[in-house]
């Protein structure tokens, strides 16, 4: 099993629709949990961390669920520039390093 | 400030030559990674460094050496070139001491490995 799955993808929605991705992971001693963004043939950017108690930033809303070791990200009136990939992060311990990426899962928004 | 950059950002090699993919940031970040990313698979980690002079193997470190002989440069040396090398090779950098420390990325290295 990997040690970060995600919604296999693509996802292809209309302009201002909902979308949600779905991230689970296996390590029960992870620390801390991220969303990035890639856009093609560039690199990742932090989209948000993502906190026990969920956050928003704007249209993004993460949650996390560490009872089910579950994390996932939504995002409310979908933009064409939203259109990435969406990549779950892992940080299996604080303060160090050792972050394990998910596959990603690609969003295309379309007109 | 440049953040973290990557030269070459294209390289093409034949099976078994060496080479170097070049790391720098300028962030004062202790914490420097390289990973490499294929199709489907996600970034693997390959080496990273949690100060001068210390390194540590990552998920995928066979093929490759490192060294980090300052806080700003941490150099990714391929031995003999293999196609299964062929890769998106980024680096990254990063500040310890809080729980939700962010990675910077560079722009990455494409590789081809003939």
């Known amino acids: 099993r990997k040690e970060v799955e995600q919604d296999p993808g693509p996802f292809n929605v209309p302009e201002g629709a909902t979308v949600a991705f779905n991230c689970t992971y296996s390590?029960?001693?992870?620390?801390?949990f991220f969303w990035y963004r890639q856009d093609c043939r560039k690199e990742p950017k932090l989209l948000m961390s993502?906190?026990?108690s969920g956050n928003e930033d704007g249209r993004f809303t993460a949650q996390l669920n560490r009872a089910s070791q579950y994390i996932s990200l939504l995002i409310r009136d979908s933009k064409l520039s939203d259109s990435a990939t969406y990549l779950c992060?892992?940080?299996?311990?604080?303060?160090?390093?050792?972050?394990?990426f998910g596959p990603g899962t690609r969003l295309s928004v379309l007109p | 400030n440049a953040g973290v950059t990557q030269t070459p950002k294209f390289q093409v090699l034949k099976t078994g030559q060496s080479m170097t993919l070049q790391c720098a940031q300028d962030?004062?970040?202790?914490?420097m990674s390289w990973y490499r990313q294929d199709p489907g698979m996600g970034l693997r980690l390959i080496h990273y460094?949690?100060?001068?002079?210390?390194?540590d193997q990552g998920e995928v470190p066979n093929g490759y050496n490192v060294s980090r002989s300052t806080t700003e440069d941490f150099p990714l040396r391929l031995l003999s070139a293999a196609p299964s090398q062929t890769s998106v090779y980024f680096c990254?950098?990063?500040?310890?001491?809080?729980?939700?420390?962010?990675?910077?990325f560079g722009p990455g290295t494409r590789l081809l490995v003939l």
């Open positions: 990254a950098s990063s500040k310890p001491g809080t729980p939700q420390e962010t990675q910077y």
């Open positions: 390590n029960s001693a992870s620390q801390s």
């Open positions: 993502v906190y026990s």
């Open positions: 992060v892992v940080n299996i311990r604080n303060y160090g390093q050792n972050f394990v």
């Open positions: 962030m004062n970040h202790e914490y």
């Open positions: 460094s949690v100060g001068a002079g210390i390194t």
